[in-house]
C-alpha cells in the first residue's frame, strides 16, 4: 500500500537515542487523521511519544521491542461516557426489553446494595475489558452512591493498574418521594453530594500534563437531580477548575418530565441552570432541535455519542455529521455495561462508523472519520485534545496495535484503517497506557485477573438476588 494521504508534518522525526519502548514493522502507523506511515515505527520515552517515522530510520537500544508486523498501530481510543458498576447487572432479564424510564427503575433497587468491594471488582474487570477493546483513557460516570467512599475504590483500583482514568463525581438528589425518578435508598443530600465532590477533586485531582487521574464533576440527569443542585454544582466546577458531566436530551420521556417539572425543554433547562459551558461535556445529546444544536455547539459544549447504547434501549441517536459540522467536540463513549452489556471501543466505532452511514449515506462517515471520534474528538471532549487521541511527539504514550484475523483480512490489500472497522471483530494486540504495555499478545497483564472475576461473579449473584 502506498500512503496517498495529505501529510500535515514530516513524516520522520529526530530518533531518540534510546527510549523504553519502540513499535516497529507496523503495516501503517496512524499518528493521527493527518499522518499515516506504510511500515512505520514510533518510539516511546519517559510515558511520551519520542518520535516516529518511516521503515529503515528505526532508532536502536530500546529497552523493549513490540514487532507489529502486518498489523494497524493507531493512537489509544478514549471512552468519554461508561458507568463501570453496571458490568455488576449485564443482560438482567427483568430489565433488557424497556424504555429507559422502565429500564432505570428496574435496576435501581439492584444497584442499592453496591459497596466499595463490588465497585472494586467492577472497576477492575472494567478496566481489563476496556484494554482488550483497544481503550487507553475512559471516563467512569459513578452517580448511584448507597454507601461512601465508592468513588475512592475507583480511583485505587485505576491508579493500581497504571490505567488512564477520569473519575466523574456523579449523584442523584431527587427521588420518587421529590417528584424525581430515583428511589430515596440511591440519592442523597446536596450537602452530602457538594462535600464529596470537593473531598474528591482535593484528593485525586491532577491538572498536571500527563496526569493518570482526574475529576469531574457530573450529575445524573434532569430528572434526578434537583435545579438546586445543578447550580451549585456548575458553579462549584468553576471554582475548582474541573470539567462538568452529565446526560442530556437522551429520551423523549426526559422531555416530557422537563416540561412538565421545569417548563422548558432539557436543553433550556440546562443552560438556564449554568451548564452552557465550554467545560461541559454531555452524554448522548439525541434529541435537540437545530436551534438548540446550534446554542450548545456556540458554547462549546462537547458530547459523548453512544451508539450501541442508544440502539439497545431504541431511543433515537445523535446527529453526529450535524454536530462536527458546527464544530462541536463529539468523542466515543460505550455506555454502561447494563445498557450496552460489553466495553469495547473498537465495536462501538464500527458502530459510529455504521449508524453514520445509515443516517447520513454512504458517504456521511469513513471509517477514519469514525477513528477520529474515538481518538481526537474524545480527547476534545475530555480537555486534553493537546496530548490525548494523537502519536505527535510529546503526547502521552498511549497506542494501541491491533489484531485481526488473518482470514477474516484476506483480500483487505488495500486500506488498513477502512479494513480494521468493515471485517471481522479486531480487538487490541498489544494496549499500551503512558508507554506501559498493559495488554500483549491479546491478553490484559493483570496477574489477578482469574480471581478478581471469581469474586465478580459472587458480587453479580448477589446483586441479582440469585443466592
Not at 7 to 32: F, H, N, Q, S, W
Not at 200 to 207: E, F, G, R
Not at 262 to 290: K, L, Q
Request: aromatic share 6%.
Amino acid at each position: 500500500m502506498t500512503d496517498t494521504r495529505a501529510t500535515a508534518r514530516p513524516a520522520d522525526t529526530a530518533p531518540p537515542d534510546g527510549c523504553e519502548l519502540l513499535v516497529r514493522d507496523a503495516r501503517l502507523l496512524v499518528v493521527d487523521a493527518d499522518t499515516e506511515i506504510p511500515g512505520g515505527w514510533i518510539a516511546l520515552r519517559d510515558g511520551r511519544v519520542a518520535a516516529y517515522g518511516r521503515p529503515g530510520s528505526e532508532p536502536t537500544g530500546a529497552a523493549r521491542t513490540l514487532v507489529a508486523t502486518g498489523r494497524l498501530v493507531t493512537p489509544g481510543l478514549i471512552n468519554t461516557h461508561h458507568h463501570l458498576y453496571q458490568n455488576l447487572t449485564r443482560s438482567y432479564a427483568p430489565a433488557v426489553n424497556g424504555t429507559l424510564f422502565t429500564w432505570l427503575t428496574t435496576l435501581y433497587p439492584r444497584w442499592a446494595t453496591l459497596d466499595e468491594e463490588a465497585v472494586h471488582l467492577a472497576t477492575y474487570v472494567g478496566i481489563a475489558e476496556l484494554l482488550m477493546g483497544g481503550c487507553t483513557t475512559s471516563m467512569d460516570h459513578h452517580y448511584v452512591h448507597p454507601r461512601p467512599r465508592l468513588i475512592d475504590a475507583q480511583v485505587r483500583t485505576a491508579e493500581d493498574l497504571g490505567f488512564r482514568f477520569h473519575a466523574t463525581r456523579g449523584s442523584m438528589t431527587r427521588s420518587t418521594e421529590d417528584g424525581g425518578l430515583p428511589p430515596r435508598s440511591v440519592t442523597q443530600t446536596a450537602e452530602e453530594v457538594l462535600a464529596d465532590s470537593e473531598r474528591l477533586v482535593s484528593a485525586y485531582h491532577d491538572p498536571a500534563p500527563g496526569a493518570l487521574i482526574r475529576v469531574a464533576l457530573a450529575p445524573c440527569s434532569p430528572f434526578s437531580v434537583t435545579t438546586e443542585l445543578m447550580t451549585a454544582t456548575a458553579e462549584l466546577a468553576e471554582r475548582l477548575d474541573v470539567r462538568l458531566h452529565t446526560h442530556l436530551a437522551e429520551d423523549p420521556d426526559e422531555d416530557a418530565y422537563c416540561l412538565a417539572t421545569y417548563g422548558c425543554r432539557p436543553v433550556e433547562y440546562f443552560e438556564s441552570v449554568g451548564w452552557m459551558t465550554d467545560r461541559t461535556w454531555v452524554a448522548h445529546c439525541i434529541h435537540p432541535d437545530e436551534a438548540e444544536l446550534a446554542a450548545l455547539a456556540a458554547a462549546g459544549v462537547g458530547v459523548a455519542h453512544c451508539p450501541s447504547s442508544n440502539m439497545l434501549i431504541a431511543g433515537g441517536t445523535a446527529a453526529v455529521r450535524e454536530m462536527r459540522r458546527l464544530g462541536m467536540a463529539v468523542g466515543i463513549g460505550c455506555d454502561g455495561s447494563a445498557s450496552t452489556d460489553h466495553a469495547s471501543l473498537w465495536l462501538e466505532t464500527r458502530s459510529a462508523l455504521l449508524l453514520g452511514r445509515y443516517r447520513g449515506g454512504p458517504t456521511a462517515m469513513t471509517a477514519r472519520d469514525a477513528l477520529d471520534l474515538a481518538t481526537r474528538g474524545s480527547a476534545r471532549c475530555l480537555g486534553r485534545a493537546d496530548e490525548l487521541g494523537h502519536l505527535r511527539p510529546g503526547a502521552c504514550g498511549d497506542l494501541v496495535v491491533w489484531d485481526t484475523p488473518e482470514v477474516a483480512l484476506a483480500g483487505a490489500l488495500t486500506d488498513p484503517v477502512e479494513a480494521w472497522l468493515r471485517c471481522a471483530p479486531s480487538r487490541a494486540w498489544a494496549t499500551v497506557v503512558g508507554g506501559r504495555v498493559l495488554l500483549a499478545d491479546g491478553e490484559p497483564q493483570l496477574p489477578a485477573l482469574e480471581e478478581k472475576l471469581r469474586e465478580h461473579t459472587r458480587a453479580a449473584r448477589r446483586m441479582q438476588g440469585l443466592d
